[in-house]
């Protein structure tokens, strides 16, 4: 069975642009989570999407956003970037989601703010 | 509200050595507990997870947790490390119930192993 995969895998953005992050998740999952990763802050969750709906969202600006396809591929978009926003973004799928569920994490996109 | 308080940044060891990374919890609510592991440049591999049953809860490459309620900790602990288990590990929590599908993780703990 193929991972979670994560494209792109690096990204280089100036501050005031836009970017769209995108996940594929393991087949048959429908839970997809995203995380940011800093050195300053550690990993923090940014939100989470079950069958194309948003359950649960982290304290991040409205800037962050996400969504959840049919098929349970997710896309993350960012808005008028800062440099505060380089880190590295991972995405997480598991089966059901909810608390006790093993997550399975991708390998990660890593975005720079410049 | 939950938090994680993993109570050592970098913990240097001998290969062969025993080494036990710890880690606090705090939470108004019962929770999950877990083991990540990241390797340079990769996403986070789950190393071992307790949702109820034997405190002593074992999982791959040979790293066991013990979960201590009454002390709200979950140290994880290997008998003989290996130069390949540097990396760094995070320890998370979730709430048991309701809806909140997330985890909370620890600020990490950076293992090196040294030959």
Same mark, same amino acid.
Not at chain 2, 41 to 52: D, H, I, T
């Given at each position: 069975k193929a991972g979670v995969t994560q494209t792109p895998r690096y990204l280089i953005k100036t501050r005031g642009q836009q970017? *769209?992050? #995108?996940? #594929?998740?393991? +087949?048959?999952?429908? +839970?997809? #989570?995203?995380?940011?990763? *800093?050195p300053g802050q550690g990993l923090q969750f940014l939100f989470e999407y079950? +069958?194309? *709906? $948003? @359950?649960?969202?982290?304290?991040?600006?409205? @800037?962050? +956003?996400?969504? $959840?396809?049919s098929n349970s591929r997710s896309e993350m978009n960012v808005s008028t970037l800062e440099l505060g926003d380089s880190a590295l973004y991972l995405c997480a799928s598991s089966q059901q989601g909810g608390g006790g569920g093993e997550q399975y994490f991708g390998p990660g996109t890593r975005l720079t703010v410049t | 509200a939950q938090s994680v308080t993993q109570l050592d940044s970098q913990v240097p060891v001998f290969e062969e050595a025993p080494v036990e990374l710890r880690c606090n919890y705090s939470s108004s609510v019962s929770v999950y507990l877990f083991w990540y &592991?990241?390797?340079?440049?990769?996403?986070?591999? /789950?190393?071992? !997870?307790?949702?109820?049953?034997?405190?002593? &809860? !074992?999982?791959?490459?040979?790293?066991?947790?013990? =979960?201590? !309620?009454?002390?709200?900790?979950?140290h994880l602990r290997k008998p003989s490390v290996h130069i390949s288990?540097?990396?760094?590990?995070?320890?998370? &929590?979730?709430?048991?119930?309701?809806?909140?599908? !997330? /985890?909370? =993780?620890g600020k990490g703990t950076l293992l090196t192993v040294n030959p």
């Open positions: 970017v *769209t992050l #995108s996940c #594929s998740p393991i +087949s048959g999952h429908r +839970s997809v #989570s995203w995380y940011q990763q *800093t079950f +069958s194309e *709906t $948003q @359950r649960n969202k982290g304290n991040f600006p409205g @800037r962050f +956003s996400g969504r $959840q396809f | &592991v990241q390797y340079p440049n990769q996403g986070l591999q /789950l190393l071992l !997870k307790y949702l109820s049953g034997s405190t002593l &809860v !074992k999982g791959i490459n040979g790293f066991e947790a013990e =979960f201590n !309620k009454s002390q709200t900790s979950f288990d540097t990396a760094e590990y995070f320890c998370a &929590v979730s709430d048991r119930g309701g809806s909140n599908y !997330k /985890l909370t =993780f």
